[in-house]
């Protein structure tokens, strides 16, 4: 195992151990972690940028399938400078709009209660992002 692969999967372990402590986690095959968080599934991965930079990224799908009219997409936009961890992205697929909320920062040193703490500081928003957005009469449940 390299150097890079031994600290990706060092920060991986630690994530998954501070993730266990409030969803069920899930190790992919390309070792990714997977959960839910309410109605929004969520992947953490890790990379390393630079020797001695390693990061986790963590994507969640805010909603999927949205119809794509320039109001959602102004919105969309609009929460997206409100300073929230994490950056909206829009993209528009053949059945509709998806909405994903990603965040990445280095990890590496982390206890578990703060990265936990960060994680979820992050896929909570991910989640009340959903509410909001499926609230919105542009808005349909998926």
Do not use: I
Not at 9 to 29: C, G, I, P, Q, W
């Amino acid at each position: 195992m390299t150097q890079e692969a031994a600290t990706t999967a060092r920060l991986l372990t630690a994530a998954k151990e501070a993730l266990e402590n409030y969803h069920d986690v899930h190790v992919d095959d390309d070792g990714a972690l997977t959960f839910r968080h309410a109605d929004v599934p969520c992947a953490v991965q890790a990379m390393q940028l630079a020797d001695g930079l390693t990061v986790l990224s963590l994507t969640c799908v805010v909603a999927w399938d949205l119809p794509p009219t320039d109001e959602l997409a102004q919105s969309v936009a609009e929460r997206a400078g409100q300073g929230l961890f994490g950056t909206l992205g829009v993209v528009r697929t053949e059945r509709g709009m998806d909405v994903t909320l990603r965040y990445a920062f280095p990890a590496e040193g982390m206890a578990a209660a703060p990265l936990g703490t960060l994680l979820m500081l992050v896929v909570a928003t991910a989640s009340q992002l959903r509410t909001e957005l499926l609230a919105e009469p542009e808005g349909t449940t998926n």
